[in-house]
Structures are given as C-alpha cells and as structure tokens.
C-alpha cells in the first residue's frame, strides 16, 4: 500500500520565501501536496478546506501573526503540527510557540536540510506505535495513560499489571515501546526488563519509577533499558525520551529535565 504523501500548508507574506520553501519540501517529498497561504486569515481559511498534516507558519505577519493563527487553532482544538518561522529568534516568542504547542521555531534563513529534518521527524511522530504500560497500580497506569495522549507521537497505549502479563502478551502481540515500573511483585522491572529483552532483542523499554534508581542505573542499562523516567513526569518529558530513542533532532521546544535520565547512547 502506497504510503500517504502529506499535505503542508506553507504561510508567509513573502511570496519568494514560499517559493524557495515550496522547493525545499519538495526536493524532499517530490509527492507532497503544497497550500499556500500569504496571511494568517488565508491560512484560517485554508486548515478549513484542506486536510492538512504540517503546517510552516510565519510569526510575522500583518493584521494577524502567527502566534494569533497558532491559538486560534489550539483554542478550537486543533492539533496540527506547527513550526514557526522567523528572521529573529525571539526567545518570547519561542516561548510562547511552545507552550502553544508548536513542534520547532526555524530562523530564516534556514536551510534545505532543516526542512528535510522537520519532515522526517513528523514522518516518524505520525508513524503509530504500540506501547505497552506495565505497571501494579490501575491508578498510576491512568495516569500515564493520560501523559501519553499529551505527547506528540501517535501511540496505540495497552496496559498489563505484571511483568509476567506482559510477557504472556508478547505471544500475541509485539509492542514497539515498553513503560515499565520499576517496583512490581513477582518480577520486579529489571528481571522483567531481562525476560522481555530475551524474547524480543532491541526491544525500546523505558524504566519508570517513583524513587531514585542512581544505585540501579548499571543494571537497568544492563537490561536494555534506553532511559529512567522519574515519576510523576509529564508529556514533554517523554516526547524528549522518544526523540532520542528514535535518534531524531531535537526540537527547540523540548529540554532534559532532572525526571530524565538516558543510560543509552
């Protein structure tokens, strides 16, 4: 089956730079559908008629900026994918993109190869994964449920109380990424950490716990485990984890917090 060629929405009031930008997108995604908006009411106009899967919207615009066409969106919903452009590199504005919910800020001019990054970073976020919660407490794993509808990537979540329920579903099922807590009755996160590598090597695992694990970080490393999430931790926190699992570039919008920690390179 073909894969899905996306449909971006390139909006600035610079009719050159959404030439060269056109180009660049296509250069590297030669089916892409391209909508070109020259202000924020046209780029309104056009998320209302177009499916679209990216947008590159411009900060500085007249009558409407970019910021304004952002909230506009996230305050009716929409959760579109965004990076913002600008010839300056405001940390306000950067600021306020991200806590808008834009994925990246490029400062023009950018380069060809910064849009063909954007583009594979949202190839790999829309790709979906299935991930696998494992954790004792129904509570807890409600709770994480809830962070990982917050994240940027698309996830099919499925949730199991034990390391042993989670290698019994192994035999129906492969997930692509594994929470799993660290204190558990019967296996305890490290010999399931061990069992679950044993039966699928290179699986993605992601220790998760409420206490410091500074004492447990060899063994978990050990075990495969790519990184510690210390609890409770939030949507960016793990959008960062899944960033440097998947090896993509590092967005302007996401940081390591200290509920981080990567044991593997």
């Known amino acids: 089956m073909p894969e899905k ?23 590297v995604c030669p089916g892409a559908t391209i ?15 177009h499916e679209i899967d990216i ?13 304004d066409v952002l909230e506009l969106l996230r305050n009716k919903g929409n959760n579109v994918f965004v990076t913002l452009m600008s010839t300056e590199a405001d940390a306000a504005v950067m600021k306020a993109g991200s806590e808008l919910g834009s994925y990246d800020f490029l400062k023009k001019p950018f380069t ?3 849009i063909a990054t954007i583009l594979a970073s949202h190839k790999n976020l829309s790709r979906r994964k299935n991930v696998l919660i494992v954790d ?28 042993k329920e989670a290698l019994t579903l192994l035999a129906g099922t492969h997930p692509d ?41 060899e063994a978990c490393r050990k075990a495969g485990i790519f990184a510690l999430l210390k609890k409770p931790f939030f949507a960016n926190e793990v959008d960062f984890v ?7 570039n590092m967005p302007q919008s996401l940081e390591q917090t200290p509920n981080v920690t990567l044991l593997q390179d």
């Open 5 to 27: 060629q996306p449909t971006i929405l390139i909006t600035d009031d610079s009719q050159t730079l959404r030439r060269i930008l056109r180009q660049s997108v296509l250069d």
């Open 35 to 49: 909508v070109e908006a020259a202000d924020g009411k046209q780029a309104l106009v056009a998320l209302k008629e």
């Open 55 to 67: 947008v590159f919207l411009d900060v500085n615009m007249p009558e409407m900026s970019g910021l």
């Open 112 to 114: 060809p190869e910064q």
């Open 136 to 163: 004792d407490s129904h509570v807890i794993r409600r709770i994480i449920y809830k962070v990982l509808a917050n994240c940027r990537f698309d996830m099919l979540v499925s949730e199991v109380e034990s390391g």
């Open 177 to 217: 990424i594994v929470f799993l807590d660290y204190n558990m009755p019967g296996l305890d996160g490290i010999q399931a950490a061990q069992r679950l590598r044993a039966e699928i090597p290179g699986i993605k695992m992601v220790m998760i716990s409420s206490q410091d694990l500074t004492e447990q970080r």
């Open 242 to 248: 899944l960033h440097r699992l998947y090896g993509l």
